[in-house]
């Protein structure tokens, strides 16, 4: 049975489906059918603007977003759907946490709800560290379909890596 990395965690049923739809060569065009609407966040100015629109929506109290960019070397498996650094720096003798949200740079070119969703896990992580119930929820206070984005972005990159692009 082959591994699917992005999957792993899921029930086997379906993982199961995922593999059946690969096996036909199907993955792909079935999940960019489901989410055909693209974006044009493009450069990392673009992308700073688009999280900070999210941020002042859903967390304005949070601390103040530091840089914002699409990272070429980022793994999103590796770094768990995203890279959140906390980077502490002294102001004035005050210490104040200022955060940089990496997204790799797949997001660029993948479809609209997919980046959405990444940006919201990021943003969740101003508050919560952890991947734990309180983030979740987070999570699904800025996009009630967040589970089912998460999801469908995992069938998509395995998609992206089993059928190329
Ligand atoms: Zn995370």
Redesign the pocket.
């Known amino acids: 049975m082959q591994p699917l990395k992005y999957l792993n965690g899921y029930p086997e049923h379906l993982q199961q489906s995922a593999r059946d739809l690969l096996a036909q060569g199907r993955l792909g065009e079935v999940i960019r059918r489901r989410h055909d609407q693209p974006h044009d966040v493009r450069s990392d100015r673009q992308l700073y603007d688009y999280v900070q629109a999210l941020k002042e929506r859903h967390l304005r109290q949070s601390v103040p977003l530091g840089k914002v960019l699409y990272d070429g070397k980022l793994q999103v498996i590796k770094h768990?759907?995203?890279l959140?650094t906390a980077i502490s720096r002294n102001h004035g003798g005050k210490l104040k946490a200022s955060r940089e949200i990496r997204i790799a740079s797949v997001f660029r070119e993948a479809p609209a709800p997919f980046l959405r969703m990444i940006v919201v896990?990021e943003l969740a992580?101003l508050r919560e560290a952890e991947?734990n119930k309180a983030f979740y929820q987070l999570c699904l206070h800025m996009e009630p379909d967040y589970h089912q984005l998460e999801f469908d972005l995992r069938l998509y990159l395995t998609a992206l890596e089993h059928e190329g692009g």
Request: charged letters at 0%; a neutral charge.
């Open positions: 768990a759907l995203g959140h896990h992580h991947h």
